[in-house]
């Protein structure tokens, strides 16, 4: 195991009738001058966004509002957001909504106290020096940025989408109530659980030694989002699915699960190579590329693989070798997805090759890729070849 130091600050609410009993408490330790960011108005046709506006005004608290966050956050919303908060001088950003909008929210805050262009953070030009306080409400299952302090965030100009983030944009509070994911479309509630399942497969996948417990962890979260992500689009109002895959979705990448490891994110960062050209959904994008890394770096470690299918998907390991195990834990991977309507290659949004040189190139602009494996520009354009 790694040596690591954890911590982390945000206070979750989680729940049916937490934000009634403590959105007003919780925003007024910041101040009464509050940006409400959300994205294309989902909150406004399920009554979430009255019942926020009405506890908050009922506090009095003077709001401000920036709508129409995309489902992969451009640079150009971040920057109306700045502009906001520091022109109505904003205490307090509450971001209403799935990980796009805390994504969003995230470099916002960033960037209201950054002395520059906030991308240079993203691009690795700059560093934050601080940030406006953040709460969240959530409305989808899936980044679990609701107790992290990363995001993703597009620049639409120069089709690149990076990661970044900082100590100082962990939110401070997050209502999480299951109840709010009810009316999520049936496409989003898949592209949530690839996510999340995704944030398990980056962390399962590493080289550190001596991390039993860690595994056992992400092997019991990938079996719950399994079951449950079955059940919730089975039935969508079904709270014990949906407050389950929310705790996933939570656990799956608030450091809790990978301390003292460091995992491989390498299919992550192909991801965004794909959606900043495409400007697909993320956890579709995740969904493609994952099986085809699987098939890429399995002789790595087969054993790990092996321990997947028999500890996570149940497979009974009795007369079978280890190579057929990771072969058949890869294949259960493949069937899940299958099973709940993810994409399975990229022709399905439509994709071809004439953008997979510029791609790969693009997904090692920092040097090579991975943990598990290292993989070099060569490699990613094979296996983004293999998930065409």
Request: glycine share 10%; aromatic share 10%.
């Amino acid at each position: 195991m790694d040596a690591f130091r954890f911590q982390n600050p945000t206070a979750l609410y989680y729940g049916k009738g937490q934000i009634e009993a403590h959105l007003a408490e919780e925003v007024l330790k910041y101040g009464k001058r509050v940006l409400v960011v959300y994205g294309g108005g989902s909150i406004k046709r399920n009554g979430l966004y009255d019942k926020v506006m009405n506890i908050l005004h009922g506090a009095g608290v003077t709001t401000f509002e920036l709508s129409g966050v995309e489902p992969n956050p451009r640079l150009t919303t971040v920057h109306k957001g700045v502009d906001i908060c520091r022109t109505e001088h904003v205490d307090l950003i509450l971001a209403v909504g799935g990980g796009s909008v805390l994504d969003c929210s995230k470099a916002i805050a960033m960037g209201v106290k950054y002395d520059g262009d906030v991308w240079e953070i993203y691009a690795r030009k700059g560093q934050a020096t601080g940030a406006l306080p953040l709460g969240t409400i959530l409305t989808l299952a899936a980044t679990g940025s609701e107790m992290n302090a990363g995001g993703v965030i597009t620049n639409w100009e120069t089709k690149e989408k990076l990661g970044g983030g900082s100590p100082y944009t962990f939110p401070k509070f997050s209502f999480c109530d299951p109840e709010n994911t009810y009316t999520v479309p049936r496409d989003q509630t898949v592209y949530g659980a690839c996510d999340m399942l995704a944030h398990c497969f980056e962390h399962y996948f590493h080289k550190t030694e001596h991390t039993e417990l860690q595994q056992h962890l992400i092997e019991g979260v990938i079996k719950t989002i399994v079951h449950n992500t079955k059940a919730a689009l089975d039935s969508p109002n079904d709270y014990h699915a949906r407050e389950t895959l929310m705790y996933c979705s939570t656990m799956a990448l608030n450091g809790m699960i990978n301390m003292g490891l460091r995992g491989d994110w390498a299919c992550h960062a192909m991801e965004h190579e794909v959606s900043a050209i495409y400007d697909i959904p993320h956890g579709g994008g995740l969904a493609i590329i994952f099986p085809h890394w699987m098939e890429y770096v399995k002789s790595e470690n087969p054993s790990r693989f092996a321990s997947l299918a028999t500890e996570a998907f149940g497979v009974n390991p009795e007369g079978k070798s280890t190579d057929e195990l990771a072969d058949i834990a890869i294949a259960k991977v493949r069937e899940y997805y299958k099973e709940i309507g993810a994409p399975q290659r990229l022709a399905d949004y439509d994709i071809g090759d004439e953008n997979l040189e510029t791609m790969a190139a693009q997904a090692v602009r920092f040097g090579e890729i991975g943990q598990f494996k290292k993989l070099g520009k060569d490699d990613v354009y094979n296996i983004l070849k293999a998930a065409l």
